[in-house]
């Protein structure tokens, strides 16, 4: 199975910073990289499709980026809605998704 | 509008059984494949099972493999996940998500809003 190494676990920011958060695929995986986003007793809400599309009705401020094996995804700039955990989730082999462990961005 | 509303779960002691429902409307549910993703309390997500459009193929991820059963019946628009043989690490809560798939992109693009498996005597 493909595994997916998602940095950092966790990090402190302040509202107006940048944020980028990582995925590394155990192997090539194209672009068949999204990226979620889930706050606490919610459902994943899908940001960016095809590490690079962005979801509609999903600010501007977040974009994807990477290919083969890694990827990243950016917040411009944080608001405070933006408070929530991410996860990348690898769609390339059939049937056989995974997801990375999560990114917890918190107020510093 | 896209809803899928789950339903079915609860506590069960451990070597129990429970089945987990998955209510879809507002798309052609025949047309997609549908899939079972859990979140153990304070815990990432994690994948566990597939079933194909028309239900003839099924996938499991090795945790679930040979205690859970993916079926879907299209003409209630409904799927399902029957779980045996259940664990204290089976304790989650499970959502159903529809996937899109189209040439080069394949997501989870809605999902259910999860239903609470308690495994404990």
């Known amino acids: 199975d493909i595994q997916m190494t998602q940095s950092p676990s966790s990090l402190s920011a302040s509202v107006g910073d940048r944020v980028t958060i990582t995925c590394r695929a155990s192997?090539?995986?194209?672009?068949?990289l999204n990226w979620y986003q889930q706050k606490p007793g919610k459902a994943p809400k899908l940001l960016i499709y095809a590490a690079s599309s962005l979801q509609s009705g999903v600010p501007s401020r977040f974009s994807g980026s990477g290919s083969g094996t890694d990827f990243a995804l950016t917040i411009s700039s944080l608001q405070p809605e933006d408070f929530a955990t991410y996860f990348c989730?690898?769609?390339?082999?059939?049937?056989?998704?995974?997801f990375g462990q999560g990114t917890k961005v918190e107020t510093k | 509008e896209v809803q899928l509303v789950e339903s079915g779960g609860g506590l069960v002691q451990p070597g129990g059984s429970l089945g987990l429902s998955c209510a879809a409307s507002?798309?052609?549910?025949?047309?997609?494949?549908m899939h079972w993703v859990r979140q153990a309390p304070g815990k990432g997500l994690e994948y566990i099972s597939a079933v194909s459009s028309n239900g003839g193929s099924t996938y499991y991820a090795n945790s679930v493999k040979g205690r859970f059963t993916i079926s879907r019946d299209n003409a209630k628009n409904t799927l399902y996940l029957q779980m045996g043989s259940l664990r204290a690490e089976d304790m989650a809560v499970y959502y159903c998500?529809?996937?899109?798939?189209?040439?080069?992109?394949?997501?989870?693009?809605?999902w259910g809003q999860g239903s609470l498996v308690t495994v404990s005597s």
């Open positions: 192997q090539t995986i194209s672009n068949y």
């Open positions: 998500a529809r996937a899109e798939c189209s040439g080069t992109r394949c997501y989870f693009d809605y």
């Open positions: 507002g798309f052609t549910f025949s047309n997609y494949a």
């Open positions: 989730l690898q769609s390339y082999t059939t049937a056989t998704w995974t």
